[in-house]
């Protein structure tokens, strides 16, 4: 009886510890990213990122999706040399790192900020962040549009530099990274009004984190010194480092078929998506594929481009490539000429589509597939 009795004590006195690391950890706040975008390198054409900054600042006002407490992500994904960050303040409050207003970025790195005290930002909120950098920088990795205003000592820009996440405790919807291209990044929107179709995504699902990691003119498959490396080469950087990730939603591989060189065997990018999906899968996570959207009228459309999109199209919608899939191409296509966009959805050039076409596109997601 003894032997049992002290066998049982032994018994609550191991699983203690183990109740109270499964409290801590369910009590630990859930990190999501409510607010991202994916960096490039510059070229010479982008003079302020090439040059990089001497104490210049940076301001950057972010739409976010989700909101509760907040830290900052800073990237330098394509850096040569350390880069000294801060002081940074956010929503007007301090910015510290690991308890100090400074912390060097090191090249081909991310840093991320301690909770910002006193900070809870509501959701679809937009957020000012503020970051000195003392420099000189050398070059800094950037995004070039964002399709918002910012700042640099006080200029206008739409560039974001070295900021690349807003992250959040108070998700409670779908957690989505979208990887995409210019019709993601907000083409075809006008700046400032927030209009982008993962935008409008968000507001559709409330409490939702949308992670926005669009490029203009990025490829699935090939790297492009303007355009950054393709989506197979920056899916891990940009997709799986995200924190509190459920799903990611692919919409690549229209500028596959348009952009030279261009592709011409649609199995080629069908293997491309496949290899995302594995990579995803092995993270957990869940995947949508965007079919191709129409693009006839575009300078670089051609009958032959317009067959292979839509032998692409054809096994995304029956391949059981993805989990599930977001029929861009449905969405937005004239039924009198399904080779283009309906005339309300074309921004004027055959391939971006209006404010009104980003809300199809929103539309086209299905709630239950994120």
């Given at each position: 009886m ?5 066998a ?20 630990r706040?859930g ?9 490039t ?6 003079t302020?990122a ?11 006002t ?14 330098h994904a ?16 301090a910015?510290t790192?690991?308890g ?20 809870r ?5 937009a ?16 995004h070039r ?17 070295l900021?690349?996440g ?41 409490g939702?984190?949308?992670?926005n990691?669009g ?5 699935l498959l090939?790297?492009?010194?303007r ?10 950087r940009d ?5 509190g ?7 690549l ?13 649609a199995s080629?990018?069908?293997?491309g998506?496949?290899?995302?999906v ?12 965007a ?9 670089r ?5 317009d ?13 059981h490539?993805f989990?599930?899939?977001?029929d ?26 209006t404010p ?11 709630r239950?597939?994120?």
């Amino acid at each position: 009886m003894l032997t049992a009795t002290v066998a049982g004590v032994a018994a609550v006195a191991a699983t203690v510890p183990e109740a109270r690391a499964a409290e801590r950890k369910a009590s630990r706040p859930g990190w999501a990213t409510s607010w991202a975008t994916a960096q490039t390198a510059p070229t010479s054409a982008d003079t302020v990122a090439a040059a990089g900054l001497t104490d210049g600042v940076c301001t950057a006002t972010v739409r976010l999706s989700a909101g509760g407490r907040v830290r900052l992500r800073y990237g330098h994904a394509f850096g040569t040399v350390p880069v000294l960050v801060g002081p940074v303040t956010a929503g007007g409050r301090a910015v510290t790192f690991g308890g100090r207003r400074q912390a060097w970025l090191a090249a081909g790195a991310s840093l991320t900020s301690d909770p910002v005290d006193g900070l809870r930002a509501p959701d679809g909120s937009a957020l000012t962040v503020e970051t000195r950098l003392p420099g000189p920088t050398g070059p800094l990795s950037f995004h070039r549009n964002t399709h918002a205003s910012h700042s640099v000592d006080g200029a206008r820009t739409t560039s974001v530099f070295l900021l690349t996440g807003v992250e959040v405790t108070g998700a409670h919807g779908p957690v989505v990274a979208v990887l995409g291209d210019s019709v993601a990044e907000g083409v075809g929107t006008p700046d400032d009004a927030d209009l982008r179709w993962p935008d409008q995504l968000a507001r559709r699902l409330p409490g939702s984190a949308v992670a926005n990691l669009g490029i203009s003119g990025n490829r699935l498959l090939l790297d492009d010194a303007r355009f950054g490396p393709g989506g197979q080469a920056r899916f891990d950087r940009d997709v799986l480092s995200l924190p509190g990730l459920r799903t990611v939603l692919v919409q690549l591989g229209l500028n596959d078929l348009q952009q030279p060189p261009a592709q011409t065997d649609a199995s080629v990018v069908l293997a491309g998506y496949r290899q995302l999906v594995l990579r995803a899968r092995s993270a957990g996570l869940r995947t949508v594929g965007a079919t191709i959207t129409p693009f006839e009228g575009w300078t670089r459309w051609t009958r032959e481009a317009d067959e292979v999109r839509q032998r692409i199209n054809r096994a995304v919608r029956t391949g059981h490539l993805f989990d599930a899939v977001a029929d861009f191409d449905a969405a937005l296509r004239d039924p009198a000429r399904p080779s283009r966009l309906r005339p309300a959805f074309d921004s004027g050039d055959g391939l971006h589509p209006t404010p009104s076409g980003h809300a199809a596109l929103a539309g086209a997601v299905d709630r239950r597939h994120l």
